[in-house]
């Protein structure tokens, strides 16, 4: 059974374009995050999702929004897409600050 | 500001070997600290959580070890095999929108 699963695993769009990620979660964990790693490998946190409440990591651009909802899901929005958005976009969840448990990612291209 | 490093950054060594790989973290105020691989092209996979009460954690050939007072954690890989082979990643959480990860260790397990 997968346990932290996205949606699409490639996405290959236009600059400008309008696109959302999907992910789900089905370990009852009360906390899902977005990362996204650049092309040099390195992970930064996008945003967490805990019990409704939305925790926004400042550097990230207001073009990009997660919207979850019910707790199994958070997706992420992102409008008006820009080259440097180009990256591995990763879901993850956890109970709290506990272990966190990773999806597949979503290697996005924008041209 | 929690800053966390990983050395070396890539590390190649025989199968069988036994080997080391080195995490450190400048605010020893952790919750807990994660390892993770990372194979090519795919998700993070966790390995092994310490949480900051604990000194070590044992699963299968792998022992992670933490040292809160001098900031360090290291991740023992016994009898090292080519599967073995991946990134591993250390990771703090500083709070519920900070995750923080080191660069990194690649590790090349040759047959």
């Known amino acids: 059974d997968t346990a932290v699963s996205q949606t699409p695993k490639y996405l290959v769009t236009q600059m400008g374009n309008d696109k959302s990620i999907k992910c789900e979660q089905n370990l009852g964990h009360d906390t899902m995050y977005w990362y996204k790693q650049d092309s040099k490998k390195f992970l930064k946190i996008m945003f967490s999702?805990?019990?409704?409440?939305?925790?926004i990591n400042e550097t990230v651009p207001n073009r990009f929004s997660p919207k979850s909802p019910d707790k199994a899901h958070l997706n992420l929005h992102i409008n008006s897409l820009e080259l440097g958005d180009s990256a591995v976009y990763f879901c993850?969840?956890?109970?709290?600050?506990?272990?966190?448990?990773f999806g597949p990612g979503t290697r996005l291209t924008v041209l | 500001k929690q800053e966390v490093t990983q050395i070396p950054a890539a590390l190649s060594v025989p199968e069988g070997e036994n080997l080391v790989l080195n995490c450190s973290f400048t605010d020893s105020a952790i919750y807990n600290l994660q390892w993770f691989r990372q194979d090519p092209g795919k998700g993070l996979t966790s390995l092994l959580l310490?949480?900051?009460?604990?000194r070590e954690q044992t699963s299968g050939r792998l022992n992670a070890s933490l040292d809160k007072s001098s900031g360090r954690s290291t991740l023992y890989i016994a009898a090292s095999q080519p599967g073995d082979s991946a990134t591993y990643l250390c990771?703090?959480?500083?709070?519920?929108?900070?995750?923080?990860f080191g660069a990194g260790t690649r590790l090349t397990v040759k047959p």
């Open positions: 999702y805990n019990n409704k409440e939305l925790i």
């Open positions: 993850a969840s956890s109970q709290a600050l506990n272990e966190q448990f």
């Open positions: 310490i949480q900051s009460s604990q």
């Open positions: 990771a703090v959480p500083v709070s519920f929108n900070d995750m923080r």
